[in-house]
């Protein structure tokens, strides 16, 4: 298995708090993701790393902001928590763009109440 | 933008019946194709990919031919188990070498 970890694996939280997910990968792999994945939408891409400091948006990234000082570390913060929000996150990583293959961590449930 | 539409389920079929799971895709240029699975509690794996024209993947008895002409690239399997319940997503590489998924099809196979 690849080596990724996400953390927390599940959070309550309320609305209107700052939340921040970790993603963190052994594998020195160049690209990491952030996805969220709700019943009826499949997986819908928040945020994207391709290298330390170098980050850019996805479809849905209102609401999100992300950061990666390291090759190893990438992490999801929700700056005020809505409802909205409520899902499930993942983190994915691939060595190169286009062709290859991504893999992911367990995943992060959250729940804003 | 670039798109991936998945029938929709969930799909029930009992054991060592056929399965097919239909994907279509919109994009510009010649994406990769994939198709990932999610068994429950986990996180997505890659089932099998192609990444040309009439390239066929295939892995654990799944196939999926990636058809240019009509942009499909629809999942088979002659003889599914139960251990093949799960939710599989098919997913394309765009120009800018993300995934995009489609919604994701749950499939239940009974004894």
């Known amino acids: 298995d690849a080596g990724i970890t996400q953390s927390p694996r599940h959070k309550v939280t309320e609305t209107g708090t700052p939340v921040t997910l970790r993603c963190h990968q052994t594998?020195?792999?160049?690209?990491m993701y952030w996805y969220r994945q709700d019943p009826g939408h499949g997986l819908r891409l928040i945020h994207y790393?391709?290298?330390?400091?170098?980050?850019d948006k996805g479809e849905v990234s209102d609401g999100y902001s992300v950061s990666r000082s390291k090759t190893e570390d990438f992490l999801l913060t929700l700056e005020s928590a809505t409802s909205s929000q409520t899902s499930v996150y993942f983190c994915?990583?691939?060595?190169?763009?286009?062709?290859?293959?991504?893999?992911f961590g367990q995943g992060t449930r959250l729940t804003v109440v | 933008g670039d798109s991936v539409t998945q029938m929709e389920g969930p799909v029930t079929l009992s054991e060592e019946a056929f399965l097919t799971i239909n994907c279509t895709y919109t994009?510009?240029?010649?994406?990769?194709l994939f198709w990932y699975v999610q068994y429950p509690g986990e996180g997505l794996q890659l089932l099998l990919k192609?990444?040309?024209?009439?390239d066929k993947g295939s892995n654990k008895g799944f196939e999926a031919t990636y058809r240019k002409e009509t942009t499909s690239f629809h999942l088979e399997k002659g003889s599914v188990q139960v251990s093949d319940s799960a939710v599989y997503f098919c997913?394309?590489?765009?120009?800018?070498?993300?995934?995009?998924f489609g919604q994701g099809t749950e499939l239940s196979v009974k004894p």
């Open positions: 994915a990583i691939s060595e190169e763009y286009m062709n290859t293959e991504a893999f």
């Open positions: 594998e020195n792999h160049r690209y």
């Open positions: 790393s391709y290298g330390v400091k170098d980050t």
């Open positions: 994009a510009t240029g010649y994406p990769s």
């Open positions: 192609a990444t040309k024209a009439d």
């Open positions: 997913a394309l590489s765009d120009q800018g070498g993300k995934l995009i």
